[in-house]
């Protein structure tokens, strides 16, 4: 049998490598096991002519198309959007867009403020110097001071607004809303050995430049040179429990397929949202019939996936194309909560480019909009480059039918079983989209667009997978506590996006990460109790 290890970490993606990085310094012996291996940047779509067809095939963003060894189904037919995850080292931040907003303070006291859902046991607060310390290691871009959120520095200049970021924020002017320069973690400038941002194109299937921030070349790197160790194409079955009720460890398939047992001192989760439920409800037991931590029966339940409408405009002169990264401006004219209106809560509009030409042709072809035949050229002239939209990010509340269950059939090609979704989005949410739908339809009237098109549910993004084992002082209300240890197993701890109690309306990774420095920060303030 392997020698135990101080720290075993479940997942190498956003949280996973933050939170090695931080424990690397106290000299642990720590492991982190991925399924998925290193990405290559000279294997990503943007080297090669057929970047965009390959997004619907080995980089596209939903696992059940691309099929991958290291990715796992997801059974996701009754769920109104798709699970899009990336399996790697690095997680989902390998297909990111890098969009890097951060939760508003009130989005911890909803319950207080608006009467809904539950506060968190931490507020922004808390988080702030990790929200730092975070942005400093990622690389991000943007400008100090958003009235919207409490104020910031960031250590780059702002990606360039392109054609399309400047008519929205014109136009949002006009019309007397809030907007700022979207905080992206892309080097603008040469940072910490990375080349900045050439505007290549689209950022989702991986930049080949290495200005976006995933943790396989911001957090890894200096976590391995620290010490820990990362064992890659490890696929975990199941956390295993000893006799006294601890977390003994982890069972898993190495690159060969053979099972493993792992011993570990404390188990740490970053699956993410839906990797870690299904870990844990896959590790049943005699003390955890229902699955580990799950007493609650908690656990994989308060799914939250940020429904998205998306308007889409298109205009008559050129507009950006791929050309730069997705998101160029944000607004929060709509985030907080407003009596007046007929939802609790609200949302952030964020302004992005088009596609390029494969992905307007296909679009396009599929609407209608662009005819096969004689008329096919004329029409992509005035399509193809002449396009911008509007994202809705809609904050979700969370409710407890909507949940993470495991396939009684769909397994994964180890034999695990598959996690099942079932997701429905609530009345406040459908008026809170109603609205940020009508919002944005005004803003692209008023920016000039000739026609328009609407998506109330964008079926495959954006990958935003929260609340699935949420954080709480109340063992009967909540899976881990307030610095990310599960109430049933005082050595089992949980750092990934499963523990948001509340989504908000912004992209989560930002957040993601500065939870998992404050759990690593908390766990080395009590070092001294960590192991009893
Ligand atoms: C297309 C796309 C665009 C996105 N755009 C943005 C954006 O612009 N801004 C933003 O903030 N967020 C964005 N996100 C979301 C972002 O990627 C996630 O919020 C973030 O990566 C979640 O971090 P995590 O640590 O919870 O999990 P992940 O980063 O998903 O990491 C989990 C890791 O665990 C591994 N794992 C899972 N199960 C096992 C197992 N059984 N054994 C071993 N390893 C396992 C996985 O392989 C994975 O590497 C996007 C996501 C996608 C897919
Ligand atoms: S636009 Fe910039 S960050 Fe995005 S893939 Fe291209 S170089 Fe990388």
Redo the contacts with the bound molecule.
């Keep these: 049998m392997a020698d135990p290890v101080d720290i075993l970490i479940?997942?190498?993606?956003?949280?996973?490598a933050a939170f090695a990085w931080s424990m690397a310094d106290t000299r642990m012996r720590i492991v982190c096991?991925?399924?998925?291996d290193w990405v290559k940047p000279g294997d990503f779509p943007a080297n090669g002519r057929d970047w965009e067809a390959r997004r619907y095939g080995d980089a596209d963003?939903l696992p059940n198309r691309r099929q991958l060894p290291?990715d796992?189904p997801v059974n996701d037919t009754n769920s109104i959007t798709k699970i899009?995850?990336?399996?790697?080292?690095?997680?989902?931040?390998v297909?990111?867009?890098?969009?890097?907003?951060r939760l508003h303070p009130s989005d911890f006291r909803v319950k207080s403020l608006d009467g809904v859902a539950d506060d968190w046991p931490i507020d922004y607060r808390t988080l702030e110097p990790f929200f730092a310390e975070n942005d400093r290691i990622m690389g991000v871009a943007g400008i100090a001071d958003d009235p919207a959120t409490p104020p910031h520095p960031l250590p780059m200049p702002p990606i360039p607004l392109g054609r399309s970021g400047i008519r929205f924020a014109e136009t949002l002017n006009r019309l007397g809303w809030h907007w700022w320069p979207s905080a992206a973690a892309i080097a603008t400038t040469e940072y910490d050995g990375r080349a900045a941002c050439i505007n290549l194109g689209h950022c989702?299937p991986g930049c080949a430049q290495g200005a976006k921030a995933s943790?396989d070349i911001t957090y890894w790197p200096r976590a391995i040179r620290a010490g820990v160790e990362l064992r890659t194409n490890?696929?975990?079955?199941e956390i295993t429990i000893g006799a006294d009720g601890m977390a003994s460890g982890a069972i898993?398939y190495d690159a060969h397929g053979h099972a493993q047992f792992q011993p570990a001192h404390v188990v740490v989760m970053?699956?993410?949202?839906v990797?870690?439920p299904?870990?844990l409800l896959n590790s049943k037991s005699e003390k955890f019939p229902t699955g580990l931590a799950n007493s609650s029966d908690l656990v994989g339940r308060n799914l939250m996936l940020h429904p998205w409408p998306i308007v889409t405009g298109w205009f008559d002169d050129e507009m950006d194309g791929q050309r730069g990264p997705?998101?160029s401006i944000w607004s929060k004219q709509f985030y907080e909560t407003d009596p007046a209106r007929d939802f609790t809560r609200g949302y952030m509009l964020q302004f992005g480019r088009g596609p390029g030409p494969v992905g307007e042709a296909q679009a396009g072809i599929e609407s209608g909009r662009i005819p096969w035949g004689p008329a096919h050229h004329a029409a992509m002239r005035r399509h193809a480059f002449h396009r911008a939209h509007i994202g809705v990010a809609c904050d979700d509340l969370p409710h407890a039918d909507n949940r993470i269950t495991l396939d009684p059939v769909l397994k994964d090609s180890h034999g695990?079983p598959a996690p099942k979704i079932d997701y429905a989005v609530s009345e406040n949410t459908r008026r809170m989209m109603q609205h940020g739908i009508a919002r944005a339809t005004e803003i692209m009237q008023a920016a000039g667009a000739h026609s328009f098109a609407c998506s109330r549910t964008v079926l495959n993004?954006?990958?935003?997978?929260l609340g699935t084992a949420r954080m709480g002082r109340d063992p009967a209300r909540s899976v881990v506590n307030e610095w990310g240890r599960s109430h049933d197993v005082r050595n089992l701890f949980i750092?990934?996006?499963?523990i948001f109690v509340t989504g908000g309306g912004?992209?989560?990774?930002?957040t993601?990460q500065a939870l998992?420095l404050y759990i690593a920060d908390q766990m080395k303030q009590r070092l001294a109790t960590l192991f009893e």
């Design positions: 479940i997942g190498s993606g956003a949280s996973g096991l991925e399924q998925g963003i290291a796992y899009a995850t990336y399996n790697a080292v690095g997680g989902g931040t297909h990111y867009a890098a969009h890097f907003p989702l943790t490890c696929r975990v079955r898993y970053a699956a993410n949202g990797g870690t299904r870990l997705i998101v695990i993004y954006p990958g935003h997978l750092i990934d996006g499963s912004v992209n989560p990774t930002s993601i998992a």
